[in-house]
T-cell receptor, first 114, second 107 residues
Framework: DTAVSQTPKYLVTQMGNDKSIKCEQN?????MYWYKQDSKKFLKIMFS???????INETVPNRFSPKSPDKAHLNLHINSLELGDSAVYFC?????????????FGPGTRLTVT | KNEVEQSPQNLTAQEGEFITINCSYS?????LHWLQQHPGGGIVSLFM???GKKKHGRLIATINIQEKHSSLHITASHPRDSAVYIC?????????FGQGTRLTINP
């Protein structure tokens, strides 16, 4: 069974479009994250949710809007896509955010904006 | 300057060699993570440590909190160890990542 799953795995779209990436975890974790990995493979946190509540928003443009319908799901919606949004987006989860716990990563979604 | 610095950025070695990857950080942390990113892109957590040393198979991770430094060692390296190894420090509910070390083990 996949612990953290993301869909789609690849996403190619044109500038100006709106797209969504979905993430689900079946680990019973309270905390979920979105990370962006740029072309130099550098990872950076975007958002973190704990029990459906936003706890970290790391100066991400307003065009990015995370939504957590329940604690097992954290989706990422991106409006008005720009070339600079091309990257690999990773979802992850951990038991909770209050203490230090191992994080489990999804397989990543490679977004290409043309 | 990044809060988390790894060295070397690239490392090529022969099968069987002992590998060391270093990580230095400049902020207070509650834990340090070592991650492995396979050529296919998936990320796997190898270790999470806040003091001392941990061992898993041929992998050993150490941390010195006073010196703000951690090392990841691979003994008897194998071509399947070829991957990007990423150090990440945990503080204030989030991970801050190093730039990664690309390791290539030649047969």
């Amino acid at each position: 069974d996949t612990a953290v799953s993301q869909t789609p795995k690849y996403l190619v779209t044109q500038m100006g479009n709106d797209k969504s990436i979905k993430c689900e975890q079946n680990l019973g974790h309270d905390t979920m994250y979105w990370y962006k990995q740029d072309s130099k493979k550098f990872l950076k946190i975007m958002f973190s949710y704990n029990n459906k509540e936003l706890i970290i928003n790391e100066t991400v443009p307003n065009r990015f809007s995370p939504k957590s319908p329940d604690k097992a799901h954290l989706n990422l919606h991106i409006n008005s896509l720009e070339l600079g949004d091309s990257a690999v987006y990773f979802c992850a989860s951990s038991r909770n955010s209050g203490m230090t716990y191992e994080q489990y990563f999804g397989p990543g979604t490679r977004l290409t904006v043309t | 300057k990044n809060e988390v610095e790894q060295s070397p950025q690239n490392l090529t070695a022969q099968e069987g060699e002992f590998i060391t990857i270093n990580c230095s950080y400049s902020v207070g942390i509650s834990a340090l993570h070592w991650l492995q990113q396979h050529p296919g892109g998936g990320i796997v957590s190898l270790f999470m440590l806040s003091s001392g040393k941990k061992k898993h198979g041929r992998l050993i991770a150490t941390i010195n909190i006073q010196e703000k430094h951690s090392s990841l060692h691979i003994t008897a390296s194998h071509p399947r160890d070829s991957a990007v190894y990423i150090c990440a420090v945990q503080g204030a509910q989030k991970l801050v990542f190093g730039q990664g070390t690309r390791l290539t083990i030649n047969p």
